[in-house]
């Protein structure tokens, strides 16, 4: 258990948290247990396309992806997207954070915080994710939030070129 202080604010990112959006994410610790569509090697250009995507004045909806900022520095990203059609009570989370904040416990914090604003901000009844068998730090993290292990799916990924097992974790409105 870590004893670490867990000090962090959740808000939105913005164009000037550039060089440090790049200098965390560029590293393949995090690629490596992330979908593909999260490059690596991490461009400029692929932060400046992160940052704009997710711009809350500009998608006129309430946020969905937040910086994890310690110290005054954005050093890690968390996600809630709403699903669509028949799983549109549904919300799935993601997050990644820079490898020198590790181990402080910020993740769980940041984790339990999102379900709070996503189970508060949208029409959701369930939030699930989706860990690579092989990442036991997030499966820790999810579980510390109060999310349960819910499904394993045999060699549903392809990472790297190695089949990989998924799990996938869940938490119903209280
Ligand atoms: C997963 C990640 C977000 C965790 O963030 P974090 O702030 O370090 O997480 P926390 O400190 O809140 O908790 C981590 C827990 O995992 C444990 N842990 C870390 N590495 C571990 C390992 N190899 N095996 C088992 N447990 C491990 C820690 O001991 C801690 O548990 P504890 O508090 O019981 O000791 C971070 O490692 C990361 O960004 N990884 C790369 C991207 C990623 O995996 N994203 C999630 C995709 S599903």
């Not at 400046?48 to 990203?77: K, M, R």
Request: glycine share 6%; net charge negative.
């Amino acid at each position: 258990m870590n004893t670490h202080k867990v000090n962090f604010t959740l808000r939105p990112w913005n164009l000037d948290d550039l060089d440090n959006l790049v200098k965390f994410a560029n590293n393949k610790k995090i690629a490596d247990n992330l979908t593909d569509a999260f490059p690596h090697p991490y461009s400029r250009e692929d932060g400046i396309a992160y940052i704009t995507a997710w711009n809350p004045d500009s998608l006129h909806q309430p946020g969905s992806v937040f910086a994890v900022e310690t110290d005054g520095i954005a050093c890690g990203s968390i996600g809630i997207f709403p699903q669509t059609d028949v799983y549109r009570k549904n919300a799935e989370m993601g997050y990644w954070l820079a490898e020198e904040y590790w181990g402080r416990g910020i993740m769980t914090e940041a984790v339990k915080r999102t379900i709070e604003y996503g189970f508060k901000t949208f029409d959701i009844s369930r939030i699930f994710a989706r860990s690579f068998s092989t990442n036991l730090a997030s499966q820790r993290v999810l579980e510390k939030a109060g999310m349960k292990l819910e499904a394993k799916l045999e060699k549903s990924i392809i990472k790297n070129g190695l089949y990989l097992d998924e799990f996938i974790y869940s938490i119903i409105e209280p």
